[in-house]
Nanobody, 127 residues
Framework: QVQLVESGGGLVQPGGSLRLSCAAS????????IGWFRQAPGNEREGVSC????????YYANAIKGRFTISRDDAKNTVYLQMNSLEREDAAVYYC????????????????????WGKGTLVTVSS
């Protein structure tokens, strides 16, 4: 049974950092691309970052390029999102997702039909 569990969210001041974790079970990370999405109240869900199942291709949304880094630990079957220089606009619920061709979908701006989602972790950016 595929399961994704996010953790690491919390309250941080503008300019601060957080590291989100997405622990996967029921499959290994070389089976699916793993991506991060976020959704703020009143906003549509948006793709943030993705790492391919090979671990060699990446996607970053323009809004977070240079501030966020996606990585993975195959031994822990976990994907991370290191978020630095956080801005108030980064506040949202962050979800991780898995799909066979997720990175291509994120480059297209398409998040429909993704089969596996976590329940999300809340990131609040406030002074």
């Amino acid at each position: 049974q595929v399961q994704l569990v996010e953790s690491g969210g919390g309250l941080v001041q503008p300019g601060g950092s957080l590291r989100l974790s997405c622990a996967a079970s029921g499959f290994t990370l070389d089976s699916y691309d793993i991506g991060w999405f976020r959704q703020a109240p009143g906003n549509e869900r948006e793709g943030v970052s993705c790492i391919s199942r090979s671990g060699t291709s990446y996607y970053y949304a323009n809004a977070i390029k240079g501030r966020f880094t996606i990585s993975r630990d195959d031994a822990k079957n976990t994907v991370y999102l290191q978020m630095n220089s956080l801005e108030r606009e980064d506040a949202a619920v962050y979800y991780c997702a898995a799909d066979a061709n997720l990175i291509a979908a994120m480059f297209r701006g398409d998040s429909d039909g993704i089969p596996y989602w976590g329940k999300g972790t809340l990131v609040t950016v406030s002074s």
